[in-house]
């Protein structure tokens, strides 16, 4: 369901992704048929908002990736804000969707993220 900004997007540090947000075949399926991607997002205001967004799901993957809504939108998709029902904290989850669906965008969606690093709550 998609709700009303509580936040503006600049306040996004970080969008983190994790599992086969890196997979080119599963980003192109997963935008055939839902036209966005999910992504869990940390705060300026978080003490440590990569954190806070791999809580937010939680994100079980070992390792994530991260990227912001600013690198995202120089690459033409667009940021909403979702609610994540069952989440533990359903207001951080974020939907990327492209101006276009296409392998071409896959490939500029992959190319925004930082290479994976471990996922912080796995360390707690």
Do not use: Y
Request: with cysteine; aromatic share 6%.
């Amino acid at each position: 369901m998609t709700v009303p900004l509580s936040r503006p997007t600049s306040a996004i540090v970080v969008a983190v992704a994790g599992g086969l947000l890196s997979d080119p075949d599963f980003i192109l399926e997963k935008l055939e048929d839902d036209g966005s991607l999910s992504l869990w997002v940390g705060f300026d205001e978080d003490e440590d908002p990569l954190l806070a967004a791999c809580n937010a799901g939680p994100i079980p993957n070992g390792k994530v990736r991260t990227t912001t809504p600013r690198q995202l939108a120089e690459v033409g998709f667009s940021i909403v804000f979702t609610r994540a029902e069952g989440a533990i904290d359903p207001d951080r989850h974020v939907d990327a969707t492209p101006s276009t669906v296409d392998l071409g965008a896959v490939n500029l969606f992959i190319q925004c993220f930082d290479e994976p690093i471990a996922n912080p709550r796995r360390a707690k």
